[in-house]
């Protein structure tokens, strides 16, 4: 008797341990769900080289277009319009900051060719986001133009793509070509030949 008991012993011990081994694989089928532990989800950060500046093409207008206030952390409705003027062939940078006054613009302007300057804002939660997006001449460093738009952030940037250029599109295009002309007439001197009239005048008068 304590031979079979040691056998049947060794026996139930041995089958305890495969059961255990097995038991994800045969949990199912005694009627237990068995869900192994989920895998830590690791979302990647959406493309952000569009912040970079790129090479400038040749005869375009050169816009700088500034961080917006209230944007979502990775700036999806500054992203769409930086994107859209560059699909209009502009040159933007996203590397300035704002300055404070109008006449600092103007002063910027002049020193970087800019034409004109996009700023704007985010405000409210969720379904309930209103976006107002602002134009401002390089020229006179005064506002010139602006654009509204509202609803939550996936809409606010579809309407973005498919209505910006066509509110604002005319006064971009105004703006960058009246850049140009004036600078290039500034650059030429202006002479202004004066005395020679006045005494030839004095000395005629005085011969007579």
């Not at 493309?47 to 952390?73: M, N, T």
Request: proline residues 7%; charged residues 25%; aromatic residues 6%.
């Amino acid at each position: 008797m304590s031979r079979q008991s040691a056998v049947l012993g060794v026996a139930c011990g041995l089958g305890v341990a495969l059961v255990t081994l097995a038991a994800p694989a045969t949990a199912l089928a005694w009627g237990v769900y068995y869900q192994p532990p989920p895998k830590p989800a690791h979302s990647m950060a959406p493309d952000q080289s569009w912040l970079q500046d790129v090479p400038e093409r040749r005869g375009r207008g050169k816009i700088a277009v500034f961080a917006f206030p209230g944007d979502d952390v990775y700036q999806p409705v500054r992203e769409t319009v930086v994107k859209l003027l560059r699909r209009r062939g502009l040159n933007v940078t996203a590397s300035l900051r704002p300055v404070d006054s109008a006449s600092q613009y103007r002063e910027l302007s002049q020193s970087l060719n800019l034409a004109v300057y996009v700023d704007g804002e985010v405000t409210g939660e969720g379904a309930h986001q209103t976006a107002v997006i602002r134009l401002r001449s390089g020229m006179s460093g005064q506002r010139i133009a602006s654009a509204r738009f509202t609803g939550p952030t996936k809409k606010i940037v579809s309407d973005l793509r498919g209505k910006l250029w066509t509110r604002v599109g005319p006064t971009v295009t105004r703006a960058c070509t009246s850049v140009a002309k004036p600078r290039q007439q500034e650059r030429a001197p202006l002479r202004i030949e004066a005395g020679t009239s006045v005494d030839d005048d004095t000395e005629d008068a005085d011969d007579s």
